[in-house]
């Protein structure tokens, strides 16, 4: 969800960026679903659970970015943007770090083939580097006027 900004604006598609929050919380989504099956793995053992998040390094990056995406989704609504005002944006700036350790995360528990970590973390690279390129930069260079979706 973090490279529909860039893309959108690169691409001029701007209803690319209507759907941000819907990316974002359909992640969220993904990565509870990822913890609840870990849950029915672990038979419901919820003593096992939590005593296996303490223990295994990767088990406790993971819930840690877990919790911070739940924070994340819990004040994505308008009424939560509303409530918070200016704090909104500083209390969503922790997508990127909650997004690291989510990358950290992948990476620990991938045993063998790490294609796909990598692939991700590359994107996540870009994404951090594009952001941190002045904005009027980001105009002059990245936007291709040839590419115009409706």
């Known amino acids: ?69 739940a924070v994340l989704g819990a004040t994505s609504t308008d009424n939560a943007l509303k409530r918070l005002g200016r704090r909104w944006k500083h209390i969503h700036r922790l997508t990127y770090p909650a997004t690291a350790l989510g990358l950290l995360h992948f990476f620990m528990q991938t045993k063998l083939n790490v294609s796909e970590p990598t692939f991700v973390a590359g994107l996540y690279a870009w994404e951090m580097l594009w952001r941190s390129v002045p904005t009027d930069w980001q105009r002059r260079v990245a936007t291709f006027p040839i590419l115009r979706f409706p």
Request: charged share 10%.
């Open 1 to 69: 969800s973090l490279a529909i900004s860039p893309f959108g604006r690169v691409l001029n598609w701007t209803a690319l960026l209507q759907v941000r929050r819907m990316v974002g919380l359909t992640a969220l989504a993904y990565a509870v679903v990822h913890f609840v099956l870990y849950i029915v793995d672990q038979k419901f053992a919820l003593g096992t659970v939590a005593s296996e998040i303490v223990s295994r390094i990767y088990l406790t990056i993971g819930f840690v970015a877990l919790l911070a995406f």
